[in-house]
């Protein structure tokens, strides 16, 4: 048998580190090729890992809440090697058999426990275990090959990092490896359910392992977990280290961490300026109502949101200083001819800008389509890394929080953002007279290097104009 080291991949897009959520093996398990053992949180995204090699788990390093960096192990396997072959010596190559690149690639998935193809539950490492450095590692992360640590391919379509800036990545704690006598510690048994309660289980996110059966034998039932839930929900959440009762600390990783670095390098790097427009929108709205009736359309269903990217899409071809980007180290300002509509997700893992790629080119449905897609893919945690970046202007929806304006801060990189503020139904003036209308203050962020208040005032009327009167776009094409 020969002992194989995993370790955290580089899964593209300049991230550097990850932070191990929940391991779905535990040490003693059999895995397969491509099996998914543990899922990874990233600045971006949540990540699938599956097992680069067949054989048995015989160390976790990583506890799950830690952080990892690309290149350093995770998990331990021991794999079958050729007659006489050395211990740590590469096994043979898998058949082309055993599963396509795509198969091998890390999955993008959302938030709550993962079966492994067993359909068990995802496991927690056991408590003792810690970071262990490889005894020889490569940062950029290599096939494996005799004293080098092993990795999954990197994802498709995202350009593999030639080396990781080392010092960037937090330190993780390391300690003096297990002894034999803990590594043969025997592994508790798993939980007893049946499917059913196994797959509500997961959908709830709870973790069986910390629950208490009642039935036959400590079989785990429906109303086991619906006591674990009732009893979560009374007491308070366990506080990180260093809370108090008065007061909760909660760590700044992952999204968070992501986008407050990103909105301090842009109020600090760049000097905004905002303006604001309120305009009626009324003729919008009713084209809103009659496109919904429209068969054709049904499935599109084309929205507020839809008909305002599209509005900024032809406002920009008249003012391409927003679509723009600020090069300090040429010292020119870069003009993009495609547009890649940024749209700013809430998530429950915190704010995600998704990009819609040459939405200039989209008809109102298909970026009605777009939109939807992004944003059910965004909550679900499913977004790649490689939909989160290259967007050239951003739209931000704070009207669907029932915010009727604000002042957005750019996204880095960016000239523009445009929020979107609440549709409110009140008195307007209407043909010289008082009448009910469907209002709405739209909001205009910009760079002033690149972009001038009569550039940024221009590009806000045009949006404007096109949805007080949608017809007016026969000006602009």
């Avoid at 043909?431 to 209002?439: F, N, P, S, Y």
Wanted: hydrophobic share 45%; charged share 20%.
């Amino acid at each position: 048998m020969a002992v194989k080291d995993f370790a955290l991949p580089d899964l593209g897009e300049g991230l550097t580190e990850s932070e191990l959520v929940s391991w779905h093996v535990a040490v003693g398990d059999t895995v397969r090729l491509n099996q998914i053992i543990a899922e990874v949180e990233t600045a971006k995204a949540l990540v699938e890992l599956p097992a680069p090699y067949e054989g048995t788990v015989s160390r976790l390093y990583v506890e799950p809440g830690v952080t990892v960096a690309v290149g350093e192990p995770l998990v331990a396997f021991e794999v079958a090697g050729p007659a006489g072959a050395e211990p740590g010596a590469p096994a043979a190559a898998p058949s082309e058999d055993a599963g396509s690149a795509e198969t091998r690639e890390p999955v993008l998935v959302g938030y709550g426990a993962r079966p492994d193809a067993k359909g068990r539950p995802a496991r927690r490492a056991r408590p003792g275990l810690a970071a262990q450095p490889a005894a020889s590692q490569s940062v950029a992360v290599q096939p494996a090959a005799s004293g080098q640590v092993a990795s999954a391919p990197a994802a498709s379509g995202q350009a593999a990092s030639a080396s990781v800036a080392a010092h960037s990545a937090p330190a993780v704690s390391v300690s003096a490896a297990p002894s034999a006598a803990a590594s043969d510690t025997a592994v508790p048994e798993r939980p007893r359910a049946t499917p059913p309660v196994r797959k509500l289980a997961r959908e709830r996110g709870i973790d069986l392992a910390a629950v208490t059966g009642t039935g036959d034998r400590g079989l785990v039932t429906r109303a086991d977990l619906d006591a674990f839930e009732t009893a979560a929900a009374a007491p308070a959440a366990v506080a990180p280290a260093g809370s108090t009762p008065d007061e909760l600390r909660i760590p700044i990783k992952g999204v968070r961490k992501a986008t407050a670095d990103a909105m301090v390098r842009s109020a600090f790097g760049a000097p905004q300026a905002t303006v604001f427009l309120t305009v009626d929108i009324t003729p919008t709205t009713e084209l809103i109502e009659r496109l919904r009736a429209r068969p054709d359309l049904a499935d599109a269903r084309p929205g507020l949101l839809a008909v305002v990217a599209k509005a900024l899409c032809l406002a920009a071809r008249r003012t391409p200083e927003v679509n723009s980007k600020w090069d300090e180290a040429a010292q020119e300002i870069v003009q993009t001819r495609a547009i890649n509509l940024g749209i700013a997700a809430a998530t429950p893992r915190g704010l995600l800008v998704p990009v819609i790629r040459d939405a200039d080119g989209h008809s109102l449905a298909e970026l009605s389509g777009a939109i939807r897609d992004l944003a059910v893919t965004a909550r679900s945690g499913k977004t790649p890394p490689s939909a989160l970046t290259g967007g050239t202007i951003t739209i931000t929806n704070v009207g669907v929080f029932g915010v009727d304006a604000g002042t957005p801060i750019l996204t880095p990189g960016e000239a523009a953002i445009l929020a979107v503020g609440a549709v409110r139904r009140q008195p307007w003036e209407h043909h010289g007279e008082i009448a009910l209308r469907d209002v709405l203050t739209l909001a205009l962020t910009f760079d002033h290097r690149i972009v001038d208040g009569e550039q940024g005032s221009r590009f806000l009327a045009d949006i404007g104009r096109i949805l007080a009167d949608p017809a007016s776009v026969l000006t602009l094409v």
